[in-house]
């Protein structure tokens, strides 16, 4: 059960103001069901996560009458293999209903240390979202989910998504997201795989290395992050990363252990790179 409210009517709305980066606009824009986002440290899978949860808390504010008399809600979680995994999707929607103004319920609480397990209640109770830890499978029951944040999901193991999480997504056909930087080839490459297969019709994938986020890899998309700049700045292609010179990168780096750091230059430029050599100090220095 996904909201009913065109997300981008909240993300463009001057209180939330959202600007997503084409990855996580593909991502957003997805009808599958399961979505699995194989990605880099700094590629916002965290701001995404924390986003997505933003329109089902709206959506939430009333639900159907046959819901209320059996005292349903629209529960979401956020799973990670430790609650302080987990904490970080969690910050990004509590910050974000602050600061609409929404009413939390009493109960609402969040873990700032994220050393325990965070809580968000809204609407009475009709939307709630929970960290939880893979480390304590003995929690992962209760309620049906209506959807899922499986963060960080390489590091968690198998069962916790094949035995406790799947099967509570039954109910009300609750969407997951799983989102991870890779940890070779375990059962998040198995999920990744499904989502390019074709034939498996409810699960799509997708994979962004960390540079191809332009607000954290571009001078200008710096400055749009920290509001310098007009979210609508273009981002000049000159400043823009490309997958050929990552590559002629690697192949430096691999063939010349001295290497300590290297800096892409754009194209037009030659060289292609420059390198910088590792200096060798003496200890103590």
């Known amino acids: 059960m996904t909201a009913a409210i065109d997300p981008w009517l909240i993300y463009d709305s001057p ?29 916002g899978k965290s701001e995404f996560g924390g986003h997505v949860l933003l329109p089902e ?5 009333v639900l159907p009458d046959d819901w209320a008399k059996k005292g349903k809600r629209r529960e979401f ?11 970080k999707e969690f910050r990004v929607i509590w910050n974000l209903i602050k600061h609409l103004g929404i009413p939390m319920d009493k109960g609402s609480h969040y873990a700032i240390d994220g050393k325990s397990q965070s809580v968000i209640s809204c609407w009475g109770g009709n939307f709630k979202v929970v960290t939880q830890s893979a480390k304590y499978p003995d929690n992962l029951v209760g309620e049906a989910l209506c959807g899922v944040l499986m963060v960080e999901a390489a590091k968690s193991k198998q069962s916790t998504w094949q035995k406790y999480i799947r099967p509570m997504l039954n109910d009300y056909g609750g969407w997951s997201i799983h989102t991870s930087t890779p940890e070779g080839k375990n059962h998040f490459y198995d999920k990744f795989e499904m989502g390019q297969d ?3 019709k409810e699960w799509a994938s997708w994979r962004m290395p960390a540079w191809r986020n ?10 749009i992050a920290a509001g310098r700049l007009p979210a609508d700045t273009p981002i000049p292609v000159a400043e823009m990363t490309v997958d050929a010179h990552v590559k002629v990168l690697l192949n430096e780096m691999e063939n010349s252990p001295s290497t300590s750091a290297a800096t892409v230059i754009r194209p037009g430029a030659v060289p292609l790179i420059v390198v910088q050599r590792a200096v060798r100090r003496p200890v103590g220095l």
Do not use: K
């Open 77 to 87: 979680w956020i799973v990670g293999d430790e609650y302080v995994t987990a904490e």
């Open 15 to 43: 209180q939330v103001a959202w600007g997503p980066h084409p990855s996580q606009i593909e991502i957003l824009d997805s009808p599958a069901r399961h979505r699995v986002w194989c990605a880099g440290r700094r590629t």
């Open 214 to 223: 332009h607000f954290v890899y571009t001078e200008t998309g710096r400055d």
């Open 198 to 200: 074709p034939y498996q």
């Open 57 to 61: 808390c709206l959506a939430s504010r």
